[in-house]
């Protein structure tokens, strides 16, 4: 399908202060749409100004949450062009979860070029600033009139984009956690696999209550015996144990982050041995005790790294490597971000550069 596009004729002002930009706070020009209906498939694929979308009030999405998502970034490279970083993997990814939200899958290369074209129009939106980058949001929602409870028959995809910030605007600090004892974020059979909203929504509560007593993030545990750790908010976890890294093998309970096979990937090429297991609070509680677990960090698109200085559960607490990173949290960092900005050898085929469109 070939992609029409109609340029904005009222551009919008663009931040002046990208030490300023925050988390997706203002959008650029344009936006990528396409929409499906059961009897006709994925139809009229376009670029247009970024705009509200009109929906029903009985649309599905709003009632029974029929929704994913997926989250990448666009990086300045220093040679003036614009990167992307493993966007292939972001576009199967969507499609997984498509399946398990019972929804219509969309040609990856569809996906691909849809990026691409939107990027290269707004790579003016580009932000040059160390750390900083466009953050692309494609999403797929329900739409339709009916209250029926069962799939939609129609759907729109989108994709948006934000120029960001730099994660750690106050500097790479380690952060709080608690591991969550109350609440669940996903059980054996679920949706946790899936990017989905709802499993965002579902984490909120015990997010905000522990933000309220001074941690940053929360760890979840399995939903069935409270025991084995799962993910942290937005991040897969990992954990250095004597010299090993350790974290929690994929099920349907943990989303398959791009960022974590990334580092997995690193591990594995630099000669470390790599643990994909179950874990168990218990377990990281003696590693710790006996000084085999020395750090702790998280794995996502917006943080790419986050170390951990504190893991709290109960009544009972670590302290990883007295609050500073620690040097395999940083390798990981300064190696991934070097490939993401092509300043570092890619030898996975990770990383692609925005091509100049003729318009």
């Known amino acids: 399908m070939k992609i029409s596009i109609t340029r904005t004729d009222c551009p919008k002002a663009k931040p002046a202060d990208e030490s300023q930009l925050g988390f997706a706070r203002t959008f650029s020009d344009h936006m990528f749409v396409v929409e499906y209906e059961a009897d006709k498939g994925w139809f009229d694929p376009r670029i247009v100004p970024y705009q509200k979308i009109a929906l029903d009030p009985a649309s599905p999405v709003f009632h029974y949450a029929q929704e994913i998502f997926e989250g990448a970034k666009a990086y300045a490279l220093d040679n003036g062009e614009v990167g992307l970083f493993r966007i292939e993997d972001n576009a199967?990814?969507?499609?997984?979860?498509?399946?398990?939200m019972c929804m219509p899958p969309l040609d990856v290369e569809l996906q691909l070029e849809a990026i691409k074209r939107l990027v290269d129009l707004d790579r003016d939106w580009v932000p040059q600033s160390?750390?900083?980058?466009?953050?692309?949001?494609?999403?797929?929602?329900?739409d339709?009139?009916?209250?029926?409870?069962?799939?939609?028959?129609?759907?729109?995809?989108?994709?948006?984009?934000?120029?960001?910030?730099?994660?750690?605007?106050?500097?790479?600090?380690?952060?709080r956690i608690?591991?969550?004892?109350?609440?669940?974020?996903?059980?054996?059979?679920?949706?946790?696999?899936?990017k989905t909203g709802g499993n965002y929504a579902a984490s909120f509560r015990a997010s905000h209550d522990a933000k309220q007593a001074g941690f940053n993030e929360v760890l979840w545990l399995d939903g069935r015996e409270q025991?084995?750790?799962?993910?942290?908010?937005?991040?897969n976890m990992m954990f250095v144990i004597d010299g090993k890294i350790v974290t929690s093998e994929l099920s349907d309970?943990?989303?398959?982050?791009?960022?974590?096979?990334s580092v997995l990937t690193l591990a594995r090429e630099k000669g470390m041995e790599v643990i994909e297991d179950r874990v168990s609070v218990d377990q990281?509680?003696?590693?710790?005790?006996?000084?085999?677990?020395?750090?702790?960090?998280?794995?996502?698109?917006?943080?790419?790294?986050?170390?951990?200085?504190?893991l709290a559960w109960k009544d009972r607490t670590m302290i990883l490597n007295d609050f500073v990173i620690g040097p395999v949290s940083l390798m990981f960092y300064e190696e991934l971000v070097g490939i993401q900005r092509q300043r570092r050898?890619?030898?996975?085929?990770?990383?692609?550069?925005?091509p100049r469109y003729e318009y």
Not at 92 to 100: F, G
Not at 146 to 175: C, D, N, V
Not at 178 to 194: D, L, P
Not at 253 to 261: E, F, N, Q, S, V
């Open 284 to 310: 990281l509680f003696e590693a710790y005790e006996k000084g085999l677990l020395t750090e702790a960090f998280g794995t996502g698109t917006a943080a790419v790294i986050s170390p951990v200085g504190e």
């Open 92 to 100: 199967k990814r969507m499609n997984n979860s498509a399946d398990r």
């Open 227 to 235: 025991k084995y750790v799962q993910e942290v908010g937005a991040m």
């Open 178 to 194: 608690r591991i969550e004892t109350r609440h669940v974020r996903a059980v054996k059979g679920g949706v946790g696999r899936a």
């Open 345 to 354: 050898e890619d030898r996975h085929g990770w990383t692609s550069t925005v």
């Open 253 to 261: 309970t943990i989303l398959p982050g791009i960022t974590r096979d």
């Open 144 to 175: 339709g009139s009916s209250l029926g409870a069962a799939t939609a028959s129609r759907f729109i995809y989108f994709i948006i984009a934000a120029p960001t910030g730099t994660y750690y605007q106050q500097g790479m600090k380690p952060i």
């Open 130 to 142: 160390e750390g900083t980058s466009l953050y692309l949001r494609p999403t797929m929602i329900a």
